[in-house]
């Protein structure tokens, strides 16, 4: 273990510095806090109480250049917060790290004082990782720039980066990448992870187009990582999630496209949804990589109606939609807004129907076929709750995501299709048990028809579990984590256990 006395050393912070520091620098420092004036009360990595000591806290302060935060202060309360607002845990400490730096001073500080580490990026964890309770939170929301190059068709992202941010610059030059489909969700989470999007069967998945990444890990050290440097940490990272540290900096390849795209949804009554699903397994996997097509089924709350959809995003020749588009057309939807529509105002149109924003509870898995078996136990078994909104969402894979090797990145999942995601919210607050029963029993009548799961997405994950899911990757996956993550502070994530 690193002593205390190590990581002064190696943030080049003298025993007495913050102690003499003038109090302007220490009032930027600790966001009004002023100077540590108590020891911090905090977990060990086995979970046991320890007591964080007020000097060693207060050096921890001094190296960063931005703000370190401890409990009882305004802007604590605010950062510990993630998008569930189910989800109520107490770091012992943030840390707003301005760059790489103060992300290296952290993740010494952390190993130091064995502490866990929870990393936030735009907090969508359904379940509550990117926050923690008595160890660090790293929380990335003060290291948010992009920078394009359209000569080289890359973009270099800051690790705290959300997707609005970087669509926004990117198409500037005409230029994207896949990037999800709500704004506000975190690159970082999403780019290690997978990175289904719009523009996924086009482009392939986000972590498809990483080609060079900056990573902090257990040991303090920045990283540099792409298929020349690091290449074990290049292929872990894409689909590895954030098992091996804190990624601080992507760069991204970047494809042109043309700004405006076809984009809406078709609306029908929930009585067609049987048969708006069979057209849907019919033509969706013969779709062509530049037509996304998501199929969703609604139960609202209260007496709202509910209804089947089609949510779509077309990138191709305009003159071809309305013939590719026909199978779907002649079911004659109630409601059809699909029309020329920018595509950053497209890739943020999802936002406030985001349902992690409520309590909410998700299951889900990879299919490769949308069999007539499932979708009789799709249709059979979604139920409307006046208390609750309920929701089966198929995302469309296929297309470029496809094409890659299932050994060529950590993510093996090339098979999908679609990525079958049933989900409840309710108001938070309010009694859960009955809606995560719901769902869990609805979830048992489609999981034989699935295959491995988005670890982006779901919870259960549990050492077996996750190790089945990353099939033939697993063993090579510990391999990586026993160099980079030895000590796993790094757990909050679906786990791939260490064995050094």
Not at 182 to 205: C, D, I, P
Request: charged share 20%.
């Amino acid at each position: 273990m690193i002593k205390r006395r190590s990581f002064i050393q190696a943030i080049g912070v003298g025993g007495t510095a913050a102690l003499t520091a003038p109090n302007r620098v220490l009032g930027d420092l600790y966001a009004g806090l002023g100077k540590i004036s108590r020891d911090v009360n905090a977990l060990t990595l086995e979970g046991r109480q320890q007591t964080l000591p007020r000097g060693a806290v207060q050096d921890l302060a001094a190296a960063l250049r931005g703000q370190l935060l401890l409990p009882g202060n305004s802007a604590y309360e605010m950062a510990r917060q993630v998008l569930n607002p189910e989800i109520d845990k107490h770091p012992a400490l943030v840390v707003q790290p301005s760059g790489a730096a103060d992300v290296c001073s952290a993740i010494q500080f952390a190993a130091a004082n064995n502490l866990e580490v929870a990393v936030k990026c735009g907090g969508h964890s359904f379940s509550g990782k990117s926050t923690c309770d008595g160890g660090m939170l790293v929380d990335l929301s003060s290291l948010r720039h992009v920078r394009v190059d359209p000569k080289t068709q890359r973009a270099f992202v800051a690790g705290g980066c959300l997707l609005g941010q970087m669509d926004h610059e990117t198409m500037a030059h005409g230029l994207v990448t896949t990037a999800g489909t709500v704004s506000h969700t975190g690159v970082g989470g999403l780019a290690t992870g997978g990175g289904f999007g719009r523009l996924g069967r086009r482009f392939g998945l986000a972590l498809d187009n990483i080609t060079g990444l900056e990573l902090v890990a257990a040991d303090g050290r920045l990283y540099h990582a792409s298929a020349q440097e690091n290449p074990d940490l290049y292929w872990g990272v894409r689909g590895g999630g954030g098992n091996f540290g804190v990624v601080t900096s992507f760069e991204f390849a970047l494809h042109p496209m043309q700004r405006q795209v076809m984009g809406g949804a078709l609306l029908f009554p929930l009585s067609k949804m049987r048969h708006l699903m069979e057209l849907y397994a019919e033509y969706s996997p013969l779709a062509p990589d530049d037509l996304y097509t998501d199929f969703l089924a609604v139960c609202p709350p209260g007496d709202a109606a509910s209804f089947a959809m089609l949510e779509i995003c077309y990138s191709g020749p305009r003159d071809s939609y309305e013939r590719l588009i026909k199978p779907y057309s002649r079911l004659n939807p109630v409601a059809n807004n699909v029309a020329p529509i920018d595509y950053v105002a497209l890739q943020r149109s999802s936002d406030r129907s985001d349902p992690r924003a409520n309590a909410s509870y998700v299951k889900g898995g990879f299919v490769s076929a949308l069999s007539q078996g499932l979708i009789d136990r799709a249709v059979q078994g979604l139920q409307k709750d006046p208390r609750r909104s309920t929701m089966l969402y198929f995302q469309h894979a296929g297309g470029a995501i496809g094409r890659v090797a299932e050994d060529a990145t950590a993510f093996a999942h090339r098979y999908a299709t679609h990525n079958m995601l049933p989900m409840v919210d309710w108001v938070a607050g309010t009694p859960r048990a009955d809606h995560v029963e719901y769902l869990k029993q609805y979830w048992s009548d489609l999981e034989p028809f699935s295959h491995g799961f988005y670890t982006v997405e779901i919870d259960d994950q549990t050492e077996p579990v996750v190790s089945r899911n990353y099939q033939g990757n697993y063993t090579r996956l510990v391999a990586v984590k026993n160099r980079y993550d030895p000590e796993n502070r790094f757990r909050l994530n679906a786990n791939v256990a260490p064995t050094a």
